[in-house]
């Protein structure tokens, strides 16, 4: 009984440790995305004119949200200006990167036949490749490992007792 | 006469003490599902859309017809990819005419004879019927295997040449007899002519000599070393007259312009526009720019200069960014091991939107699943038998290592290591079936 109580503190422990790494290693993605500025390391994504902005960015603030990106943090200014950090799955461990998409309108000098200001609106998208499924793999491997390492061998017939039975074919001189 | 002589399918299926026969059994589930799947992607596209579904085909597709004499246009073509493909499809538009299907056929039954060739390896290698089997029947399910059985790519021809010469070899290991070697060096020899990046195999089929127990060879070491060396040599000889006539036709000693070519298009490209600082997203049109620089040569007949140039500039590159080198070339080792099969898509289009049924636990194009069985069945095997873990280690690493050279090729790239990865593999679910299934997790923590 106590042997067995030791033990599952012990991979219990073992989780707790694993999940820590994890948290620490999704931090540190989450970080470096935060790092980076839409105006010179960001991938232009979509371009295009409106004479009614507001709207526009609304509809492609919807359109990440609930298509595109599971959204960790958002900040807006006004109606022109969005941003937001988020990731493709919605938990960190599935999702295969992080991104940090910004939605901008800007008015151009040009104005429609009714006398309407055409505003530029742009989508700027940076994203970061997520470790998440090296982290999942390296997890897995070492805890699965362990496992095979650990179980006792007559726990494991189809793997270490089981054998077809079929003889080393003896071959005899002749044939050689 | 004799009523127990006559034909049933349930003798075909099953052997006298009632056991499935599990070659059997795995060559037509296997050839079922490939051939429906081939004449789905017949009835779905038409020749010429066959014909320019990869990038690559075109290049056999030429590489072919010159070496049959049907085009002149055409040497590049050969010189890049070496004889062994083009020689089977031109081989096969001989007998059967334009038509595409008689090779597709041939690729089906040659896919499917390779999942019997794993399970025979497995049980070879293991002695272990159930993990054989398991085994065969994950290549049967392959999405990779059975959508490169219906595409006009090196793959199949290469897998069941591998599949094939690795079976004979271990047979001639455990039976000592001359034929096996002799059989496993000539496939061996034509499996390296198909695809030259499977040039070094031979050396860990020296290896396996060492690693693969044999125990009632324990006193003919030095006769199986001799009987193995000879195999090798085959497996050496029989490319080199190839590479003897890339040395008399364009003066480079080589099997294939293809490796070099794609350390140079692919990892060297990627090592120059990462240290450029350049937007990632305009890489493709970098990697083409280089790619027609060497055209210039290749179309002026110059391809020593080319391969030449091609090779400073990989090493010149190397010498000046090796930490980048090496940082890019393990990031494409671990693209292309976890990569997912995609080709279904250009196959069929419809396919795409059932991916997830193939890949239920993926991030975008990438799947670690099948690595991450793979190595854990090496971790069991470790356990039972070092030498055999170190075998199949070997094969996996080598793969997987070949692999950096290049990406965004999807899964074929690394689908030969499913030689040895459907048999860890399959050795992590009956691992997995026994631990769970049949005793329980909750006793293993309860053990004494």
């Known amino acids: 009984m106590k042997q067995t109580v030791t033990r599952i503190v012990v991979y219990s422990a073992l989780v707790v440790i694993i999940a820590v790494i994890g948290i620490i290693w999704r931090g540190r993605e989450i970080k470096n995305i935060k ?32 298509e595109h990106m599971h959204v960790l943090e958002e900040s807006e200014s006004g109606d022109y200006f969005w941003e937001m950090i988020g990731q493709t799955n919605r938990f960190w461990l599935f999702s295969s990167s992080v991104h940090k998409t910004t939605i901008v309108a800007d008015p151009t000098s040009q104005q429609d036949d009714a006398g309407n200001i055409i505003w530029r609106v742009q989508v700027f998208d940076r994203r970061i490749r997520s470790l998440s499924m090296l982290y999942f793999s390296i997890v897995v491997v070492c ?34 | ?85 083009p020689f089977f499809l031109g081989a096969c538009k001989a007998m059967f005419g334009n038509s595409f299907w008689p090779v597709l056929f041939f690729q089906v039954v040659l896919s499917s004879l390779s999942c019997v060739m794993i399970c025979k390896i497995a049980d070879l290698l293991l002695n272990n019927r159930l993990i054989a089997f398991v085994a065969g029947m994950i290549s049967v399910l392959s999405i990779t295997s059975i959508s490169l059985s219906a595409s006009l790519l090196t793959e199949t021809l290469f897998f ?57 060879n324990a006193g003919n070491i030095k006769l ?79 391809f020593k200069k080319a391969q030449s140039e091609a090779y400073d500039l990989v090493v010149s590159t190397f010498k000046r960014h090796p930490l980048e080198y090496f940082k890019k070339y393990f990031s494409n080792v671990w693209e292309n091991v976890t990569a997912i099969s995609s080709l279904q898509n250009n196959q069929l289009p419809a396919l795409e939107n059932y991916s997830g049924w193939f890949y239920p636990l993926r991030w975008g194009y990438q799947s670690p699943v099948m690595l991450i069985l793979s190595l854990i069945g090496l971790a069991i095997i470790f356990r039972k038998n070092i030498k055999t873990a170190l075998a199949l280690g070997l094969f996996l690493m080598y793969f ?49």
């Open chain 1, 35 to 66: 790092m980076t500025n839409y105006g010179f390391n960001a991938r232009l994504v979509m371009d295009y004119t409106s004479t009614n902005p507001a709207k526009a960015v609304g509809d492609l603030k919807q359109s990440v949200k609930t």
């Open chain 1, 143 to 176: 805890l699965m490992s362990i496992m095979a390492f650990r179980v006792r061998r007559n726990r494991l017939p189809h793997i270490f007792e089981n054998s077809t039975g079929h003889e080393n074919q003896a071959v005899s001189n002749d044939e050689i």
């Open chain 2, 1 to 85: 006469m004799m009523k127990s002589d006559t034909f049933s399918i349930k003798a075909l299926i099953f052997d006298t003490s009632g056991k499935l026969r599990s070659p059997v059994v795995l060559f037509f589930t296997a050839f079922v599902i490939r051939l429906i799947y081939l004449i789905v992607v017949l009835a779905n596209n038409d020749r010429t859309a066959l014909s320019e579904m990869f990038a690559d085909t075109a290049i056999y597709l030429r590489a072919a017809d010159y070496l049959f004499g049907i085009n002149t246009n055409g040497q590049y073509e050969l010189y890049m990819v070496g004889a062994g493909y």
């Open chain 2, 160 to 216: 069941f040449l591998l599949t094939l010469s690795l079976y004979l070899f271990i047979k001639g290991l455990s039976s000592r007899r001359w034929r096996y070697f002799v059989t496993a060096g000539i496939c061996g020899g034509l499996m390296v002519v198909v695809r030259s990046a499977a040039m070094f195999i031979p050396l860990i089929f020296i290896a396996l000599v060492f690693l693969i127990p044999s125990p009632g």
């Open chain 2, 224 to 302: 199986i070393f001799k009987r193995s060396l000879a195999a090798v040599l085959i497996m050496i000889l029989m490319p080199s007259m190839w590479a003897v006539k890339n040395k008399i036709s364009h003066d480079i000693l080589t099997l294939s312009g293809t490796g070099i070519g794609a350390a140079k298009v692919y990892l060297t490209a990627q090592v120059l526009y990462s240290v450029s600082n350049r937007p990632s997203w305009e890489f493709t049109a970098y990697r083409d720019s280089l790619s027609r620089s060497s055209m210039t040569d290749f179309r002026a007949g110059e």
């Open chain 2, 400 to 448: 997987g290592l070949l692999s950096g050279v290049t990406f965004w090729q999807g899964s074929r790239i690394f689908y030969p290591a499913q030689v040895v990865q459907t048999i860890l593999a399959a050795t992590t679910l009956v691992f997995l079936y026994d631990l769970i299934i049949l005793h329980g997790v909750r006793r293993f923590f309860a053990r004494k």
